[in-house]
């Protein structure tokens, strides 16, 4: 309205703040076409060129989701994503590793280093894109109320803490809701593919080998000596959470 005054928002009405990305990328080029597109999506930005400085930018002010380049100077893409697992204000951080290495054997490093997911140089934007958003939708989504028990396991919901016995139990993101559908349906087998839709989306594509990666991040997680492994693998059929053997 020309001359004149905006006018207010209505009350009660929240604007959310646009989630911010950070983009830890040497290649000047790549950085730019990344920061360009996911402005003009909505996102805010801001941009590391190499680890110690995306440490430094993590700790000052921690982004929504971080897309982390594999080869980096200083401190590499692996020990970021590391120290990002290390540090509790940002265990639950959400990471994408971007990486030009294809042979598998480097996808499951990254993926057990504590990345949430991969994508491989080059990419579509719309790939990325629909990777970053699903991730975000699981971290902002509100915490269910309640509580989730199985065997000597308890869920929190709505502080997001695990324990099992007396221990505290930690959880990156992905293992949680992992953890949290298998509790949700106990004892009942279910397939890579089928876990893979539950917890990652029916619309993200992403390797069926991924679920075996956080499937072990999760059992070294829960599973301390002298405790009983519950989380069973049926072969040819997939994973349960149950606490009798095959």
């Known amino acids: 309205m020309e001359g004149g005054i905006a006018p207010a928002p209505e009350a009660g009405t929240t604007t959310l703040p646009k989630p911010l990305v950070l983009i830890v990328e040497d290649e000047a080029a790549l950085a730019t076409m990344l920061r360009y597109n996911l402005e003009k999506q909505g996102f805010r ?22 897309l982390l380049d594999w080869m980096l100077p200083v401190v590499s893409g692996i020990e970021v994503c590391r120290q990002i697992r290390r540090r509790p204000g940002t265990r639950d951080l959400p990471v994408i590793m971007v990486t030009a290495r294809t042979e598998d054997q480097d996808a499951v490093r990254g993926l057990n280093t504590g990345a949430d997911d991969y994508i491989t140089k080059p990419f579509s934007m719309d790939a990325l894109l629909a990777r970053m958003r699903a991730l975000l939708r699981r971290s902002n989504s509100v915490p269910a109320k309640g509580r989730l028990v199985f065997h000597d396991i ?30 949700q349906h106990p004892r009942r087998v279910f397939s890579r593919e089928e876990l893979l839709d539950a917890v990652w989306g029916p ?19 829960i599973n301390g000596p002298g405790e009983l492994d519950i989380v069973r693998t049926v072969r040819a059929a997939g994973y349960a959470l149950d606490t009798e053997p095959v």
Request: proline letters at 4%.
């Open 203 to 221: 619309d993200i594509h992403v390797e069926p080998r991924t679920v075996d990666v956080h499937i072990r991040r999760l059992r070294k997680s």
């Open 154 to 183: 308890s869920m929190d919901l709505a502080m997001h803490r695990v324990q099992r016995g007396a221990r505290a139990v930690h959880l990156g993101p992905t293992e949680f809701r992992l953890l949290e559908f298998l509790m």
């Open 45 to 66: 930005v801001d941009e590391a060129t190499d680890g110690q400085e995306a440490l430094t930018r993590i700790a000052e002010n921690t982004p929504d989701l971080v």
